[in-house]
C-alpha cells in the first residue's frame, strides 16, 4: 500500500465532513448547535478518560516501576508545559488560525473570528492527539497497512460534520494541521524502520489522554486551557519512560 494513503482519506473524511456540518450548521439555531458542542465535550471527556486510565497498563509499570507510571505523566506535562508556554505555540496556532481565516476570506466580525480559530484549534488538537494518530501514521510508513488510518479517517469524518455544525470552516483547516502532523509522523516510520516500544506509545496515550480531557474542558465552557502549550508533553513522555526504564 501507498505511505500516506491514510492521511490523504482521512484529510478527505474531515473535508466532506466539514462540508456537510457547515450545510447542517446554518440550518440550526444557536441553542441547537451548542447542544451539539456540549455533547462532543462529554464525549471527548469519555476517550480522554479510558485513555488517560492506560496509564494504569501492567506493560508500562512492568518497565518503569509500580510507582512511577503517573510521574511519568506528571513530569511530561510539567516539562512539556513550560516548554510549550516559553515556545508560545497556543497563541502561535491561534494566529495561525487567524491568518488561514483572512486568508480563506471567512467572516470579518470579531465573533466569526474567534469561532473560526476556535474550530481550527480544537479539531486540530482533536484530530491529532490520539493514540490512532501515532501508531496509525507510524504503521503507514512502515508499510504495515493504514487500516488504523481508515478507522479513525471514519471517526474524524463524523466529529467533522457535529464540530463544522457549531464551529464552521474553522474545521476544514484543521485538515492542514492533519497533513502536517500525520505525514511527519509517516516520514518518520520510513525511517525508523520499526514502531515504538510498547511502553513508550502507553505513556504517549495517557498523556494524549490527559490533553483531550483539557480540550473537554474547553468545549464544555468550564476553562480555556492552552493544551497547544501542552503538545511537547508527547514528546516528553515517551523520553522520560526510556530514562526511568534504563535506571528502574
Do not use: Y
Not at 450545510?23 to 465535550?41: A, E, F, I, Q, Y
Not at 495561525?96 to 488538537?125: C, K, N, P, Y
Not at 516500544?197 to 486551557?225: C, K, N
Not at 497547544?228 to 522520560?240: I, K, N
Amino acid at each position: 500500500m501507498i505511505p500516506g494513503l491514510g492521511t490523504a482519506v482521512n484529510v478527505a473524511a474531515v473535508l466532506i465532513g466539514s462540508l456537510i456540518g457547515v450545510l447542517l450548521g446554518n440550518r440550526l439555531p444557536v441553542r441547537t448547535r451548542d447542544v451539539v458542542t456540549d455533547s462532543l465535550g462529554l464525549v471527548t471527556l469519555l476517550i480522554a478518560g479510558t485513555s488517560a486510565m492506560a496509564v494504569l497498563d501492567d506493560d508500562l509499570s512492568d518497565v518503569v516501576g509500580d510507582n512511577a507510571p503517573m510521574l511519568i505523566v506528571l513530569g511530561a506535562l510539567l516539562v512539556g508545559g513550560i516548554v510549550g508556554s516559553l515556545l508560545r505555540l497556543e497563541s502561535r496556532v491561534e494566529s495561525f488560525g487567524g491568518w488561514l481565516q483572512t486568508r480563506l476570506g471567512g467572516g470579518t466580525t470579531s465573533a466569526e473570528r474567534h469561532r473560526f480559530i476556535e474550530g481550527f484549534v480544537v479539531s486540530s488538537l482533536i484530530f491529532c492527539t490520539g493514540p490512532l494518530t501515532i501508531l496509525g501514521s507510524l504503521n503507514d510508513g512502515l508499510g504495515n497497512g493504514a487500516d488504523q488510518l481508515f478507522l479513525k479517517s471514519a471517526l474524524d469524518g463524523f466529529a467533522a460534520i457535529a464540530f463544522a455544525a457549531s464551529f464552521g470552516w474553522g474545521v476544514a483547516a484543521s485538515a492542514i494541521t492533519i497533513v502536517a502532523v500525520q505525514g511527519s509522523l509517516t516520514l518518520l516510520g520510513m525511517a525508523l524502520g520499526d514502531v515504538l516500544p510498547e511502553a513508550q506509545l502507553i505513556a504517549i496515550t495517557a498523556t494524549g489522554g490527559l490533553l483531550l480531557v483539557g480540550v473537554a474542558l474547553r468545549l464544555l465552557r468550564v476553562r480555556e486551557i492552552p493544551v497547544a502549550d501542552l503538545l511537547p508533553a508527547l514528546l516528553v513522555a515517551p523520553l522520560l519512560v526510556s530514562l526511568v526504564g534504563a535506571l528502574h
